[in-house]
């Protein structure tokens, strides 16, 4: 129980210490908190907008209790290094306890009273035998404990799937004495998330003083946006950098882009970068939690001192983070739920006399619009299958069929439903049948649609509204109250056993309404605004602000519930008719696409050049941030490890030879600036390989024929021909009609033919047994059999061929043959040499003696090599 005293404490007198202490009035709400937490006989919720003084209420109850402590439990890190700063400032000593700072000299300077703030996380608090777990023994420590807050309380029913120890924070209950209240406050703590917090956390609603403000901000004023472009070319972003900006003057806006990817994050970051000049790149940045805890509090008072331009960021930055002149946030994708995109909206203008703009850039398929185009495309679909299927079934057939159709007709004669799908008529019977948003639920006096089809009512789904004009403003009244039993329906726990599917892409029924609060069928929406106020009930909330400040006419303008002159794009469109226009071609020339590389084993090139570029990095990080970035950021400031690495894989390929070249494989946004430097280190360490000259075309030599009747006059020349395989002619080849050996070119068998053949029993059948004269070939010849290559011995004198007859050697000419005096008969020949050992009575056998070198017949091998009219059948 608190002391007496604190019991019968004033407001007034709260007052009047808090503001002689931090230089701050507090509001009325502030000072029933703190009353409230320093009678500790019930726990506490406060629940109230971004920026409007939350976090004073943690250390208020210190000014009261002289040796008094408050725990703070904050799921940043970075929240307790801002906490520590601003108590310093007023004499308080505070410290922030994380896995680095949980050393057991901090722990024996807690138990002694040193530090009256103490800021840690969920895993430090929850560790098992850990330094808290020592203090919760304490006695004389836990007697000075005024209060465990919970910050960004939220975080305990939303974060539990990923940080566990979120889930058994109630365990802690258990743990400290039962007259130390717990303190739970959030921007955003709709019904159903406050259920599940109190529930984790063992507090009964019977003994929580909860206490509900609006949380609407009415300086941030809010559009939503359809992207134009692809997800991954992040050209819906091209506004926030001016055309043919130089980087001397400030950007039009102070920005923040929230996503809810790391390398989405990075990967908008270096588009920016790469539209703004090279010295002042650098000033914008990436926020995630993989940075070190430095550099993301040094980061955050560079951009809070205008140093950089924008931050491109994950949830990391996204709560609590006291920065008060942000111009513009930016919710990348609908990838969240309304609780933390009203976080991330309410970092815009902290400062009360600032404004900012919240956009929410969203994908088409959300849109009803887009759902409408898709549910037309696939009515069209679904009809022209039918279609088809009704032709099929009434196609005649040579079969019976093995199953009697099914009639839309009863065997009773009435008339049924239809059985067969057909594509709506009207555009209400469109959007009633195929537009589905979640939830799925039925949902009381739901509006009938104007096309009912065989006298059955059709319901709307149930988040979207009736087309109807006729309504009044009392209709549009209880519409709002359906819409907001809707969103409570949504977030009821399911009793059933069997829990409902949803889709990876489906949306909650708050956030479909936000985004479509423009359509034609949400007409009782008309306001961004009105799906969060309907889900965090902040239209309910009763202002106080003439009893805070009953001095002034018109009360405290700090909690007076403002009416913005300017709402949002739907309220106010003149406000928005010149922000975030980007016009760039959708369909312009394609940017040439990255190389797709095949899967490689990495070699020592590809290693030593991994190390090189890794030192580069490091050097050139040192060089342009110095070693303190390096040592807190790493060097990937200036190539991050997904770039390094794809260089090192086009270099195993050598797809890298020129800075073009280097941006367009590894779209890395320094390629201008070091890119001829890492052209020169992937020459030496990775060179081209060095290719070899061409092949010189192949000649073939062609001596002249002898004159002719056809050919009188020619002179050699060196020149490509293609030569025929088949018939060894050159000028064509087999597989044209030109080649006497064509199957085309080959006449069916006839008696008359000169060559006669028997039966032989011979191992060829194909050798004739009586050849009496040569003859010159068939225009046509018949097709033979393949060449047979054999070797047989010549006496030591060279043999001499024959001499032709005048047909012969008609015959022979024709073919393109050179016909040259005598050459002695190679040792091995091939049997298609067109040689004929039976030419004439009166030539000389393979026995004879050889004639001698003086003859006048030609050699056998210039004979034979151009002839395949002829043949050498034997062995």
Same mark, same amino acid.
Request: aromatic share 8%; with cysteine; glycine share 6%.
């Given at each position: 129980?608190?002391?007496?005293?604190?019991?019968?404490?004033?407001?007034?007198?709260i007052?009047?210490?808090?503001? +002689?202490?931090?230089? @701050?009035?507090?509001c009325l709400?502030?000072l029933?908190?703190v009353?409230a937490?320093?009678?500790?006989?019930?726990?506490?919720a406060s629940i109230a907008?971004?920026g409007?003084?939350?976090?004073l209420t943690?250390?208020?109850p210190l000014?009261?209790?002289?040796?008094?402590?408050q725990?703070?439990?904050t799921p940043?890190?970075?929240?307790?290094?801002? &906490?520590v700063d601003?108590? #310093?400032?007023?004499?308080?000593?505070?410290?922030?306890?994380?896995?680095?700072?949980?050393?057991a000299e901090?722990f024996?300077?807690i138990?002694?009273?040193k530090?009256?703030a103490?800021?840690t996380?969920?895993e430090?608090?929850?560790?098992?035998g850990?330094?808290f777990?020592?203090?919760?023994?304490?006695k004389n420590?836990m007697?000075?404990v005024i209060?465990?807050?919970?910050?960004?309380?939220?975080?305990?029913s939303?974060?539990g799937d990923?940080?566990?120890?979120?889930?058994?924070a109630?365990?802690l209950?258990?743990?400290i004495?039962?007259?130390i209240?717990?303190?739970i406050?959030?921007?955003?703590l709709?019904p159903d998330?406050?259920?599940?917090?109190?529930? =984790?956390?063992?507090?009964?609603?019977?003994? =929580?003083?909860i206490?509900t403000?609006s949380?609407?901000?009415s300086?941030v004023?809010?559009?939503?946006?359809?992207?134009?472009y692809p997800?991954?070319s992040?050209?819906?972003?091209?506004?926030?950098?001016?055309k043919d900006?130089?980087?001397t003057?400030?950007?039009? @806006?102070k920005?923040?882009?929230?996503?809810d990817?790391?390398?989405?994050s990075?990967?908008?970051a270096?588009?920016?970068?790469g539209?703004?000049?090279?010295?002042?790149?650098d000033?914008?940045?990436w926020?995630?939690?993989?940075?070190?805890p430095?550099f993301?509090?040094?980061?955050?008072?560079r951009?809070n001192?205008?140093f950089?331009?924008g931050?491109?960021? =994950?949830?990391s930055?996204?709560?609590?983070?006291?920065?008060?002149n942000?111009?513009?946030?930016i919710?990348?994708?609908?990838s969240?739920?309304?609780?933390?995109l009203w976080?991330r909206?309410g970092r815009?203008?902290?400062?009360?006399?600032c404004e900012?703009i919240?956009l929410?850039?969203?994908?088409p398929m959300y849109f009803d619009?887009?759902?409408?185009?898709?549910?037309a495309r696939?009515?069209?679909?679904?009809q022209a #299958?039918a279609?088809?299927?009704?032709?099929a079934a009434n196609?005649?057939?040579?079969q019976t069929?093995a199953k009697r159709?099914r009639?839309?007709?009863s065997e009773?004669?009435?008339v049924?439903?239809?059985?067969?799908p057909?594509?709506? =008529?009207?555009?209400?019977?469109?959007?009633?049948?195929?537009?589905?948003?979640?939830?799925?639920?039925?949902l +009381?006096n739901?509006?009938?649609?104007?096309?009912?089809a065989?006298g059955e009512p059709?319901?709307?789904?149930p988040n979207?509204?009736? %087309?109807? %004009?006729?309504e009044?403003?009392?209709?549009?009244?209880?519409?709002?109250?359906e819409?907001?039993e809707?969103?409570?329906?949504?977030?009821a726990?399911?009793?059933?056993?069997?829990?409902?599917?949803?889709?990876?892409?489906?949306?909650?029924p708050?956030m479909?309404d936000?985004?479509?609060?423009?359509?034609d069928r949400?007409?009782?929406?008309?306001?961004?605004?009105?799906?969060?106020r309907?889900?965090?009930g902040s239209?309910k909330?009763?202002?106080?602000?003439?009893?805070c400040?009953p001095?002034l006419?018109?009360?405290c303008?700090?909690?007076?519930a403002?009416?913005?002159?300017?709402?949002?794009e739907?309220?106010?469109?003149a406000?928005?008719?010149?922000f975030?226009?980007?016009?760039?071609?959708?369909?312009?020339?394609?940017?040439?696409?990255r190389?797709?590389?095949?899967?490689y084993?990495?070699?020592?090139?590809?290693?030593?050049?991994?190390?090189?570029?890794?030192?580069f990095?490091r %050097?050139?990080?040192?060089?342009?941030?110095g070693?303190?970035?390096?040592k &807190?950021?790493?060097?990937?400031m200036?190539?991050?490890?997904e770039?390094?690495?794809?260089?090192?894989?086009?270099?195993?390929f050598?797809k890298?030879?020129?800075?073009?070249?280097l941006?367009?494989e590894?779209?890395?946004?320094s390629?201008?600036?070091f890119?001829?430097?890492?052209?020169?280190?992937?020459?030496?360490h990775?060179p081209p390989?060095v290719?070899a000259p061409p092949a010189?075309?192949?000649?073939?030599?062609?001596?002249p024929?002898?004159p002719s009747?056809?050919?009188?006059?020619?002179?050699?020349?060196?020149?490509?021909?293609?030569?025929?395989?088949?018939?060894?002619t050159?000028?064509h080849? #087999?597989?044209?009609?030109?080649c006497?050996?064509?199957?085309?070119n080959?006449?069916?068998?006839?008696p008359g033919?000169?060559?006669?053949?028997?039966?032989?029993?011979?191992?060829?059948?194909?050798i004739?047994?009586?050849?009496?004269?040569?003859?010159?070939?068939?225009?046509v010849p018949r097709?033979?059999?393949?060449?047979? @290559?054999?070797?047989?011995?010549?006496?030591?004198?060279?043999?001499?061929?024959?001499?032709l007859?005048?047909?012969s050697?008609?015959a022979?000419?024709s073919?393109?043959?050179?016909?040259?005096?005598?050459?002695?008969?190679?040792?091995?020949?091939?049997l298609?040499?067109?040689?004929?050992?039976?030419?004439s009575?009166?030539t000389?056998?393979?026995?004879?003696?050889?004639a001698?070198?003086?003859?006048?017949?030609?050699?056998?091998? %210039?004979?034979?090599?151009?002839?395949?009219a002829f043949?050498f @059948?034997?062995?």
């Amino acid at each position: 129980m608190s002391p007496p005293q604190l019991d019968n404490l004033l407001l007034s007198e709260i007052r009047d210490k808090v503001q +002689a202490v931090f230089g @701050y009035r507090p509001c009325l709400w502030q000072l029933k908190v703190v009353r409230a937490i320093l009678k500790r006989d019930k726990d506490v919720a406060s629940i109230a907008a971004t920026g409007s003084g939350k976090t004073l209420t943690f250390w208020m109850p210190l000014l009261f209790i002289p040796d008094g402590i408050q725990i703070v439990v904050t799921p940043l890190n970075i929240l307790g290094k801002q &906490n520590v700063d601003s108590l #310093a400032k007023v004499g308080i000593s505070a410290v922030t306890i994380t896995a680095e700072t949980a050393t057991a000299e901090n722990f024996q300077a807690i138990a002694d009273g040193k530090h009256r703030a103490i800021v840690t996380n969920i895993e430090t608090l929850m560790k098992p035998g850990g330094g808290f777990e020592k203090l919760w023994n304490n006695k004389n420590f836990m007697a000075k404990v005024i209060s465990v807050v919970w910050d960004e309380a939220q975080c305990i029913s939303k974060w539990g799937d990923f940080r566990p120890e979120y889930k058994i924070a109630g365990t802690l209950r258990h743990l400290i004495p039962k007259d130390i209240p717990f303190y739970i406050t959030s921007a955003t703590l709709p019904p159903d998330v406050l259920h599940d917090v109190m529930s =984790t956390l063992g507090m009964r609603e019977s003994n =929580t003083e909860i206490f509900t403000r609006s949380n609407d901000r009415s300086n941030v004023h809010i559009t939503v946006r359809k992207m134009k472009y692809p997800m991954n070319s992040f050209k819906d972003l091209r506004f926030l950098i001016p055309k043919d900006w130089d980087g001397t003057t400030p950007l039009p @806006y102070k920005f923040v882009i929230f996503f809810d990817s790391i390398s989405e994050s990075i990967a908008a970051a270096q588009y920016l970068r790469g539209l703004v000049p090279v010295e002042v790149r650098d000033k914008i940045k990436w926020f995630n939690s993989e940075m070190s805890p430095e550099f993301r509090a040094e980061e955050s008072d560079r951009f809070n001192a205008g140093f950089n331009f924008g931050l491109s960021c =994950t949830e990391s930055f996204g709560m609590g983070i006291d920065l008060p002149n942000i111009t513009l946030v930016i919710q990348w994708r609908a990838s969240c739920d309304m609780c933390t995109l009203w976080q991330r909206f309410g970092r815009g203008a902290r400062d009360p006399s600032c404004e900012a703009i919240a956009l929410f850039l969203v994908e088409p398929m959300y849109f009803d619009q887009t759902k409408e185009e898709k549910a037309a495309r696939k009515a069209k679909k679904d009809q022209a #299958a039918a279609s088809r299927k009704r032709k099929a079934a009434n196609a005649p057939t040579s079969q019976t069929p093995a199953k009697r159709p099914r009639s839309d007709q009863s065997e009773s004669g009435n008339v049924g439903p239809a059985l067969r799908p057909s594509a709506p =008529t009207t555009l209400a019977d469109l959007r009633a049948r195929f537009i589905a948003s979640p939830p799925r639920r039925p949902l +009381a006096n739901q509006p009938l649609t104007a096309n009912s089809a065989a006298g059955e009512p059709t319901t709307l789904p149930p988040n979207i509204e009736s %087309d109807s %004009d006729s309504e009044s403003d009392g209709d549009e009244a209880v519409a709002l109250e359906e819409r907001r039993e809707v969103y409570r329906k949504d977030k009821a726990p399911v009793t059933s056993r069997k829990k409902p599917k949803k889709d990876g892409n489906e949306l909650s029924p708050e956030m479909d309404d936000m985004i479509n609060a423009g359509s034609d069928r949400r007409r009782h929406i008309k306001c961004y605004r009105v799906p969060a106020r309907l889900y965090f009930g902040s239209d309910k909330t009763v202002s106080d602000h003439r009893e805070c400040r009953p001095d002034l006419p018109d009360g405290c303008p700090r909690c007076a519930a403002q009416t913005p002159p300017i709402c949002c794009e739907l309220c106010t469109p003149a406000h928005f008719a010149n922000f975030a226009h980007v016009d760039l071609p959708l369909k312009g020339q394609v940017a040439p696409s990255r190389s797709r590389l095949a899967e490689y084993k990495a070699d020592a090139l590809d290693m030593k050049l991994r190390d090189v570029l890794h030192q580069f990095r490091r %050097d050139k990080t040192t060089t342009k941030f110095g070693r303190i970035v390096l040592k &807190n950021s790493g060097p990937g400031m200036v190539m991050s490890n997904e770039v390094l690495q794809r260089i090192v894989d086009c270099a195993h390929f050598h797809k890298i030879r020129s800075t073009e070249q280097l941006a367009r494989e590894t779209r890395w946004a320094s390629a201008g600036e070091f890119g001829a430097e890492v052209l020169a280190l992937i020459l030496e360490h990775r060179p081209p390989p060095v290719e070899a000259p061409p092949a010189p075309p192949v000649l073939v030599t062609v001596t002249p024929l002898g004159p002719s009747a056809t050919n009188a006059e020619t002179t050699g020349r060196s020149v490509r021909v293609r030569k025929c395989n088949k018939c060894r002619t050159p000028g064509h080849i #087999a597989s044209n009609r030109k080649c006497p050996f064509h199957p085309l070119n080959q006449p069916p068998d006839s008696p008359g033919e000169s060559v006669q053949s028997t039966p032989s029993t011979s191992r060829n059948q194909n050798i004739p047994e009586n050849i009496t004269e040569i003859i010159a070939p068939p225009s046509v010849p018949r097709p033979q059999p393949r060449p047979l @290559y054999g070797q047989f011995r010549l006496p030591q004198a060279p043999f001499l061929a024959p001499p032709l007859s005048a047909s012969s050697a008609n015959a022979f000419s024709s073919t393109g043959a050179v016909f040259n005096p005598i050459t002695p008969l190679p040792q091995r020949i091939p049997l298609d040499v067109g040689f004929d050992p039976a030419l004439s009575p009166e030539t000389p056998s393979m026995g004879a003696s050889a004639a001698s070198s003086s003859s006048p017949f030609p050699s056998l091998p %210039d004979l034979c090599s151009p002839l395949p009219a002829f043949q050498f @059948y034997g062995e």
